[in-house]
């Protein structure tokens, strides 16, 4: 697509319930990040996908946080039994290849608030 | 490991004056530098970035040149406009992709 396509917009859950987020990057583009942004802070690393390769997982909060992505294609961020303080927006982004200088492209986010 | 510091805001500025933001970097390698920016309601996008040493990444009036010497990449800006109130994002990347906390400006008429 012409852009990073994140799914749903806005999300409103209750506390205890499992949400899946999605998002569809750039075609051909290798790399794909979820970040994590609560109101007025800044951006949270969550997990990286780089091809084939194993993800990098060290930004998960804890173990209700999981991410998959099939081969270079849509990502789903799952969160498990959720917390008010999973409230945030969370941004996916993606890019070509690992050259440090490409750049990344976000999406708008998916905006979850957890009542 | 790789990391950014970024100048903490709120920085509030009148139309027309002078902006810096400053960024310092610590990193491993030979990183990339970039701002991005977010403004109300939108999602990040790219200002503008830098390769290498030396380098000068420039965009909608914005500056920044890549200081190795110094490890810094600090955004300025001549004469800020109102549309220029946003949130300003240093980042690093080799692989990763290492934000700064951000800094919001507001420019008020």
């Known amino acids: 697509g012409a852009g990073v396509s994140q799914s749903p917009s806005n999300k409103v859950t209750e506390k205890g319930k499992d949400v899946e987020l999605r998002c569809d990057p750039i075609s051909g583009h290798t790399a794909l990040y979820w970040y994590r942004q609560r109101l007025g802070q800044g951006l949270e690393f969550l997990i990286y996908?780089?091809?084939?390769?194993?993800?990098?997982k060290s930004g998960l909060p804890s173990d209700r946080f999981s991410a998959e992505r099939t081969g270079e294609s849509v990502s789903t961020l799952t969160i498990q039994r959720t917390q008010q303080e999973d409230s945030a927006v969370y941004l996916c982004?993606?890019?070509?290849?690992?050259?440090?200088?490409?750049?990344?492209?976000f999406g708008e986010g998916s905006w979850l608030t957890v009542v | 490991g790789d990391s950014v510091t970024q100048m903490e805001g709120p920085v509030t500025l009148s139309e027309e004056a002078f902006l810096t933001i400053n960024c310092t970097y610590t990193?491993?390698?030979?990183?990339?530098l970039f701002w991005y920016v977010q403004y109300p309601g939108e999602g990040l996008q790219l200002l503008l970035k830098?390769?290498?040493?030396?380098d000068k990444g420039s965009n909608k009036g914005f500056e920044a040149t890549y200081r190795k010497e110094t490890t810094s990449f600090h955004l300025e800006k001549g004469s800020v406009q109102v549309s220029d109130s946003a949130v300003y994002f240093c980042a690093l990347t080799g692989n990763q992709f290492y934000f700064g906390t951000g800094t919001s400006l507001t420019v008020i008429p």
């Open positions: 830098a390769t290498k040493a030396d």
């Open positions: 996908f780089q091809g084939n390769s194993a993800p990098d």
């Open positions: 982004a993606s890019r070509v290849g690992l050259y440090s200088g490409n750049t990344i492209y």
């Open positions: 990193a491993t390698g030979y990183p990339s």
